[in-house]
């Protein structure tokens, strides 16, 4: 028997994402309900797996259909959603990253499913890549030893795949915000922070042996929607740059360099629902190389839900959810406050 | 028949003298500087004051090999002092002078909308880091036919990152520049531009490699990789230099 799925949130994510995905594991899953503020994406969302729609996400946590709930609202809603949904006895819930906006915010949420025994599981694809897990796997040596951490993510614009990902409407770009002041400046590099290089931050931070240890040595935003952010962290270094822009190409890369090995990941752009990651990991002359896999970070953080949900695979340390979104914002406030001192 | 330029060179040069193996009509090595056309000082050596000698001694041409301190302002002084008595100087840099820099600055130079430039070069750990780095600054100042201004040089055991940026159109252009040292690799260096609609790309080997530099130029429509060059960067300025020496002195 398949496991019910409430979705809040019926934007891009929700669209271009999970309902391809779930609809390639109509044995594990199957919509149940949409939610959506807009009556008519929620209609349309809903419509597209047979399920039932709503403007109210209390709609869905009422729901004794709903087994798992999604929560894939604009970040500012997930705390109190995510609240919801554990004190509405829902066993099993996935919320889109960045899991919260504090970490008081997170201790909440998480205080919260530890009180309803709700397994709480984050949207972070790259978590469940299996081609980085197989990386990883052969990598343990390099632990935290690596001097240097590379995260480049220079990527067309998302609605470039979100066409070839669904059929659904694709909302037209948003706006660049302004960026004519220093506190202007350090909101949108904020955002950039934890809308895009929070993909990678996760994978970053079990790497960094200080991870609480950070110093932002310079900050600069890429026109149009780029970051280029230097973090000292006791005696490694990394470097996170970011950029969207209309160019076909897209280059997601993870390098570590460690005294000996040297790890290279790249991962396939947002939207795209085919292969993992590949990469190599270079230790003096021999290489392990990991090719594509078939299956992505998206369809095996639901296969691995799946098996959460079931008892069958233990969850995410809670703590570990903390420290993941503990270090995300204390990266984008660090370097959010070296742009404001930059004026 | 050709008239060949004499070439007297200081100290071992291994890559220098492959590409004299390679010129034998262009290049005849002699043991004497006094007998030489162009005379080549080894660039990990007291480079600008042995060259500040040879010119005041009224050699011709004076050829520095892989400056260990590439100082494109001290350069500068000794080509003039160098054109005022009728003489010059050139440098070879390893990474730096490669046949593919110059067509990829070109290119560089010609690219719109640029948005920020990063390079990352991979370096034996067994050498000089802090040279690899100096040489690594070096090459993407080359490439994108600016100089760098440092922001940002942040160092550790095993690798640095420094932050500049270069001038570009009256604005600036943003630079990163990872430089990582590792036992046993082959150096490697890649240099990117990304621009607004595009990306140009320069990927070279170690100057000792026989693996030719790739530089590959991308827009809307697609990607081009221009030819492959094999050839050193000992050789390109070699040929050049011959090239810009009259027959006959």
Redesign the interface.
Known sequence: MSIGVGIIGGGAVTQSIHLPTLARLPELFSVKHVMDIDPDTARLVADRSGARWTTRYEDVLDDPEVDVVAVCSPPAWHPEQVIAACRAGKRTVLCEKPLANSVEEGSAMLAAARASGTRLVVGAMHLHDPGWLELLAHSESLSTSASLIRSSIVLPYNDRYERWGTEFRVPPRRPIPPTGTAAERAAVLTQRMLGVAIHDLPLIRVHLAEWRDIVVTHVRLINPTGYAVTVRSGAQILQLSGSMRDYWRPEWDLDLYGERQRLSVTFTPSYVHAGSASGRLVTGRDSVVVGSRPQNGYEMEWVHLAQIHAGARIPEDPATLLDDIEFALSIAGAAARRMEEDG | MTVQITISVEGAQRGLRAALASLPESYRIVSDARDADVVVVDGGTPWATRTRALLAAGRTTVLIVDPDRFDADLIGELRQIAASAGSAVEVIRGWASDPAVEPFSDAVRDAVSP??A?S?M?CDASGDVDRAQREHLDLVAAALGAPLEI??D?R????R?V?AQAARDGASL?V?C?T?A????EAEATVRL??????LLLRLRSPDSARPAQSLI?D?DG?VIAPYVYESAYRAVLRRLRASIPAGT
């Open positions: 948005i920020m990063d990352t991979i922001l940002d942040q550790v055991e095993g690798s990152v932050t943003l990163v990872c990582v590792m036992p046993g690799v990304l621009t607004e609609s595009g990306r991308g809307a990607e």
